[in-house]
C-alpha cells in the first residue's frame, strides 16, 4: 500500500464520529490559506496607503485594466463596511490553522466539517460576485485579489471532496469514486473559466 494510501486509510471516520485527514489534504488547506493571508495582507496593506496618499499607486497597478488601485478606490472593495481583505485576513488565517491542526492529528465531527465547507462556499460565492464586479463593473482586475480567488476555488473544490469521499456529505458512489479519482478537474476547470472571461473580457487589449 502506497503513503497516500494508507493516509486515506488513516483519516477516515473513527469510531468515536470524528474524521480526519490525509497530510495531503492538511497541507493544500494550509498553502491554499497562505495565499489568501498573503493577497489580503498585501493588499491591506495598499488600501491603508491608498488612505494616507490619495495619489498613492500600488505595485500591482501595471496599466489601464491590470490596476489594483482603481479596485480599491471602488465602492465593492468594502461591501461590509470596511476592506474587503481585513475579512481575508481572518477566514484565511482560520484555514491555516485548521490545516495545521490536521497535521497535528486533529480530528472533526460532521457538523465542523459541513462549517468548513459552508466558509468556503460563502468565499466562492463572493469571489464570483467580486470577479463579475471587477470585469464588468470597475473594469480593471487586481492581481492579488486573483490570486485569493484561486486559492479560494481550489480551497472550496478539495474541501467539498474530502467531505463527498467520507461520507460527510451524503451522494452516490459514482460521485464518491469521481472525487476520489478526479477532484483535480473541477479547479482547473473553474479557474479556466475564470481565465477565459478574463481573456474575452479585454480581447482587443491583450491582443492590441
Known amino acids: 500500500m502506497t503513503k497516500a494510501a494508507v493516509d486515506e486509510a488513516t483519516s477516515g471516520r473513527h469510531d468515536d464520529g470524528t474524521i480526519g485527514a490525509s497530510r495531503a489534504f492538511a497541507w493544500l488547506l494550509v498553502i491554499t490559506g497562505a495565499a489568501g493571508v498573503l493577497a489580503a495582507w498585501v493588499i491591506t496593506i495598499d488600501k491603508f496607503k491608498l488612505l494616507e496618499d490619495p495619489n498613492f499607486v500600488p505595485g500591482c497597478s501595471l496599466n489601464p485594466i491590470v490596476s489594483c488601485g482603481n479596485i480599491m478606490k471602488s465602492e465593492q472593495a468594502s461591501v461590509f463596511g470596511f476592506p474587503n481583505p481585513m475579512l481575508g485576513l481572518v477566514t484565511y488565517a482560520m484555514v491555516i490553522a485548521i490545516g495545521l491542526a490536521l497535521l497535528a492529528g486533529a480530528?472533526?465531527?460532521?457538523?465542523?466539517?459541513?462549517?468548513?465547507?459552508?466558509?468556503?462556499?460563502?468565499?466562492?460565492?463572493?469571489?464570483?460576485?467580486?470577479?463579475?464586479?471587477?470585469?464588468?463593473?470597475?473594469?480593471?482586475?487586481?492581481?492579488?485579489?486573483?490570486?485569493?480567488?484561486?486559492?479560494?476555488?481550489?480551497?472550496?473544490?478539495?474541501?467539498?471532496?474530502?467531505?463527498?469521499?467520507?461520507?460527510?456529505?451524503?451522494?452516490?458512489?459514482?460521485?464518491?469514486?469521481?472525487?476520489?479519482?478526479?477532484?483535480?478537474?473541477?479547479?482547473?476547470?473553474?479557474?479556466?473559466?475564470?481565465?477565459?472571461?478574463?481573456?474575452?473580457?479585454?480581447?482587443?487589449?491583450?491582443?492590441?
Open 107 to 208: 480530528r472533526y465531527r460532521r457538523w465542523y466539517w459541513l462549517g468548513l465547507n459552508a466558509g468556503t462556499l460563502f468565499g466562492v460565492g463572493f469571489c464570483t460576485w467580486l470577479m463579475y464586479q471587477s470585469l464588468y463593473e470597475i473594469n480593471s482586475l487586481c492581481l492579488w485579489c486573483c490570486l485569493a480567488w484561486v486559492a479560494t476555488i481550489v480551497m472550496f473544490w478539495y474541501v467539498t471532496s474530502h467531505n463527498v469521499r467520507h461520507g460527510v456529505i451524503p451522494a452516490p458512489r459514482g460521485l464518491r469514486t469521481f472525487f476520489d479519482e478526479f477532484t483535480w478537474i473541477l479547479p482547473v476547470l473553474h479557474v479556466g473559466i475564470i481565465g477565459m472571461l478574463i481573456l474575452t473580457r479585454w480581447w482587443d487589449f491583450w491582443t492590441s
